[in-house]
């Protein structure tokens, strides 16, 4: 082999790309997470965005900018719905119990 042609094989190899890029954090989640995970919810765990940023780049992203961006997108379907926020489908509170009748006496 030619030193140009070795110098060429070691450029193309050195130019390799990041797949996430250009990625939205859910497409991440899908190509990524779905397999072991069902949902997105509850994997932050009330985890700061940072310190879950770093450990996805540590264990599963391929960048920074895709683990940070994994993080946001975890931390927001994490947050639980604002306080009196009624779910579809969901019972109607109870209202107070009443108070008996005066029973009448004959």
């Known amino acids: 082999m030619t030193l140009a042609a070795a110098a060429m094989l070691t450029a193309t190899v050195?130019?390799?790309q990041n797949l996430d890029a250009g990625k939205s954090p859910a497409?991440?989640?899908?190509?990524g997470c779905a397999?072991?995970?069902?949902?997105?919810?509850?994997?932050?765990?009330?985890?700061f965005t940072l310190t879950l940023s770093w450990f996805l780049k540590?264990?599963?992203?391929?960048?920074?900018?895709?683990?940070?961006a994994l993080a946001a997108y975890l931390v927001s379907v994490d947050e639980s719905p604002p306080r009196g926020a009624a779910?579809?489908?969901a019972k109607p509170p109870?209202?107070?119990p009443r108070q008996p009748?005066?029973?009448q006496s004959q």
């Open 14 to 16: 050195a130019a390799a």
């Open 87 to 89: 779910k579809a489908g």
């Open 101 to 103: 009748k005066p029973v």
């Open 35 to 47: 397999t072991c995970h069902r949902s997105p919810r509850g994997l932050a765990k009330g985890r």
């Open 58 to 68: 540590d264990h599963y992203a391929t960048s920074v900018d895709s683990a940070r």
């Open 94 to 96: 109870r209202s107070a």
């Open 27 to 31: 497409k991440l989640f899908a190509d």
